[in-house]
């Protein structure tokens, strides 16, 4: 089984919609992270958390909120999305006392129509 | 900022060949590390390798090797013996110590092994 899962794998939603993208790890690790990917643009950060209690805002947060509800499971929502949040959407995880290594989910594609 | 600037948009290889791929990146930060990352179709970030920024020894990985010059700021890819598998997209990126782990990556490059 994948040690970090992101549901759905693929989405599309109107605009103006509500949508949660989720991520879950089995990895134990106590530090999230969500990034888009654009063409040409490389992965950008979004969000990050260290534990439940501990969540700061990356590069481009506009636009986006989430939730640590629990050390394993790390949500991003888009409250009204817009097309320029079509992106590939990756969550990630690391661990403190390990390599300093980042480990990252499948992707979720979102499309906004 | 830190910013990761990988150059070569796309390159291709023969199939056995060497390619070397090249990163660059610009920060103040003495503590910190490199890695590269592939992207094969399937769309999975893969790591490939690490270098942590107090190593002089560049690290290599089976295949891959990087070639890290700290006064430069230079952090190359290098892949031996090019297979088809290794066909896909390769981002740099860099991580400092001081701000929670955070990632900056490169625009990445496309490389295409050619049978």
């Known amino acids: 089984d994948a040690d970090v899962t992101q549901t759905p794998r693929n989405r599309i939603t109107k605009t103006g919609k509500r949508i949660m993208l989720e991520c879950s790890q089995t990895?134990?690790?106590?530090?999230m992270y969500w990034y888009r990917q654009d063409p040409g643009l490389g992965l950008r950060l979004i969000y990050y958390s260290f534990d439940v209690k501990d969540i700061n805002k990356g590069e481009i947060s506009d636009g986006y909120s989430v939730s640590r509800q629990a050390q394993a499971k790390f949500s991003l929502s888009l409250e009204s999305a817009i097309p320029n949040q079509t992106a590939l959407y990756f969550c990630?995880?690391?661990?403190?006392?390990?390599?300093?290594?980042?480990?990252f989910g499948p992707g979720t594609r979102l499309l906004v129509l | 900022a830190q910013t990761v600037t990988q150059s070569q948009p796309e390159m291709s290889v023969q199939e056995a060949e060497t390619v070397t791929l090249s990163c660059t990146y610009d920060?103040?930060?003495?503590?910190?590390?490199l890695f590269w990352y592939k992207q094969p179709p399937s769309r999975q970030m893969i790591l490939v390798i690490r270098q942590e920024a107090y190593k002089q020894q560049n690290a290599t990985e089976n295949r891959f090797s990087v070639n890290f010059q700290k006064a430069a700021k230079s952090f190359s890819l290098k892949i031996s013996d090019s297979q088809l598998g290794d066909t896909a997209m390769y981002f740099c990126?860099?991580?400092?110590?001081?701000?929670?782990?955070?990632?900056?990556f490169g625009t990445g490059t496309s490389l295409t092994v050619i049978p």
């Open positions: 990895k134990g690790h106590d530090r």
């Open positions: 990126a860099f991580m400092k110590r001081s701000a929670g782990n955070q990632f900056y």
């Open positions: 920060t103040s930060e003495s503590n910190y590390y």
């Open positions: 990630a995880t690391s661990d403190q006392r390990g390599p300093e290594t980042q480990y």
